[in-house]
């Protein structure tokens, strides 16, 4: 069975300062998919990133970085700088190579305070 | 418009009410899904359709029934809703499971729905 967990339920930082949302998850397959997603006050979940299990490459876009390491199960994602405007809910998911079964994890809501 | 839309935004209704959530997606998808956002509570994965076929319902009551009539179109009717089903209803869409980032699914903005 596919799990996805994310311990911090709550976490505050005042803003400019860094932080890094954690992401555990366990699958028996080899191949698979995994995601973030932040989902701001509106409602609306917004895609972030997708890394494949093959490529374990930490990514960086702006100010949003990803530490995927295949060894402890766990695909973290670091905020430089926070801001206001990252304020939301993140979520941390895993697929199956093609889609199917997709999960979600419990989120963690980030508050960042002027 | 663009990417995924829900109408309507907010919905009440009572419990013996019926109404209905529509989505709709421009992004030449072919697979869309539901799903429950309740308070304090993970997402729940309530059906699945690819290709106009539903290929998964997840235990959901018969209260909630789906329907796909094309691709870029999905519709819950809603029917003797009780209270414990308020929450954020999501829609999301997504490619071909067999393309090339197919299982990426990108999300509308949900209809809050308030059962009375």
């Known amino acids: 069975a596919q799990k996805v967990t994310q311990a911090q339920t709550e976490i505050s930082v005042v803003e400019k300062e860094d932080v890094t949302l954690d992401c555990v998850y366990e699958?028996?397959?080899?191949?698979?998919?995994l995601f973030w997603y932040k989902q701001p006050p509106s409602g609306e979940l917004v895609f972030l990133i997708r890394r494949n299990s093959f490529d374990e490459q930490n990514e960086i876009s702006g100010r949003y970085s990803w530490n995927f390491q295949k060894s402890t199960s766990s695909f973290n994602f670091t905020i430089t700088a926070s801001q206001v405007v990252d304020s939301a809910v993140y979520f941390c998911?895993?697929?199956?190579?093609?889609?199917?079964?997709?999960?979600f994890g419990p989120g963690t809501r980030l508050s960042v305070l002027p | 418009e663009t990417g995924v839309t829900q109408t309507p935004r907010h919905l009440v209704m009572g419990m013996t009410n019926k109404k209905s959530l529509k989505c709709e997606q421009h992004l030449g998808h072919n697979a869309m899904y539901w799903y429950k956002q309740s308070a304090k509570k993970p997402l729940e994965l309530m059906f699945v359709y690819n290709f106009k076929e539903q290929t998964e319902n997840n235990s959901v009551p018969s209260r909630f029934s789906p329907e796909c009539p094309n691709s870029s179109h999905l519709f819950l009717h809603l029917h003797t809703l009780q209270p414990e089903d308020s929450a954020l209803y999501l829609c999301a869409s997504s490619q071909d499971w067999t393309a090339e980032g197919g299982e990426t699914q990108y999300f509308g903005p949900g209809t809050r729905l308030l059962v009375l």
């Open positions: 699958t028996r397959d080899t191949t698979y998919y």
């Open positions: 998911a895993l697929s199956r190579f093609y889609g199917q079964n997709f999960v």
